[in-house]
């Protein structure tokens, strides 16, 4: 049996981000991530994929409905308490942190995928060598992050240049590590009501280091925009015209050699 561990950050922000992701039709999970996520995973019977920092199950699911046999985990015993309640059979659901899964065998796994959480992991390499050790040989490891070097909390941001009528990404900082304290109730004024995660900002060449030194190559690097559009107005042309030249989302393929 999985040991509960003490509550977490987003614990705390669970039924509010399960709502966020299994009510939207709008969501950046849905029209973004989840066909390129299988596109790129493509899960399929006879297949084994560990889920790592699965949050409520929602790409769980998906690779379990494309046949594959999941086992997922997270560190957040409220997240994967939702993730049962909407879980179908396929799927096998641990409370673990990601550095620890020691419900994997080693060896055990054919793909390893980690989606829009590893920024927020503290032990980078750790969760990485876990995962090494789970795969087979010639697996597959698959990261999608918000893209470190435009989304980089509390140091990025939209700009408005007027002389050029031309909005632009503003970045206040890029290769310094950082530990940032994310409010996810930015409209709360009452103070015991605020709900904090913590996010870890890393610059590209941290996760190549930490994929090379447990024994992966890069196979794949892929950069995903918004599916959004501006409303009509007078910066709607510039909004949509530099939406597609910023990416949201990058992607990393690794293969364990």
Request: net charge positive.
């Amino acid at each position: 049996m999985d040991k509960k561990p003490s509550k977490t950050s987003w614990g705390g922000v669970a039924k509010w981000y399960d709502e966020l992701i299994e009510d939207s039709s709008d969501s950046f999970q849905k029209n973004v991530i989840m066909p390129n996520l299988i596109r790129i995973v493509a899960p399929a019977k006879g297949m084994t994929i560990l889920d790592v920092a699965c949050g409520q199950g929602y790409f769980s699911r998906a690779f379990a409905d494309n046949g594959a046999q999941v086992i997922a985990s997270d560190i957040s015993s409220e997240l994967i308490e939702l993730a049962k309640k909407n879980a179908v059979k396929e799927v096998e659901y641990h409370i673990a942190p990601a550095d620890k899964l020691a419900f994997a065998k080693d060896s055990s796994v054919d793909a390893a995928v980690i989606v829009l959480a590893l920024q927020n992991i503290e032990n980078l390499a750790g969760t990485i060598s876990e995962c090494s050790r789970a795969l087979k040989s010639g697996g597959r490891l698959i990261l999608v992050l918000n893209h470190p070097a435009f989304r980089i909390p509390q140091n990025s941001s939209w700009q408005w240049d007027e002389k050029e009528s031309k909005q632009y990404r503003r970045i206040d900082s890029y290769m310094s590590d950082a530990q940032i304290k994310i409010d996810m109730a930015p409209g709360e004024a009452v103070a015991s009501k605020k709900k904090f995660t913590q996010s870890f900002h890393r610059p590209l060449q941290s996760y190549f280091k930490a994929l090379n030194k447990s024994g992966f190559a890069v196979t794949r690097l892929e950069e995903w925009i918004s599916h959004k559009k501006s409303q009509k107005g007078p910066r709607a042309e510039a909004e949509d015209r530099i939406r597609k030249e910023i990416p949201m989302f990058i992607c990393l393929e690794a293969k364990k050699i």
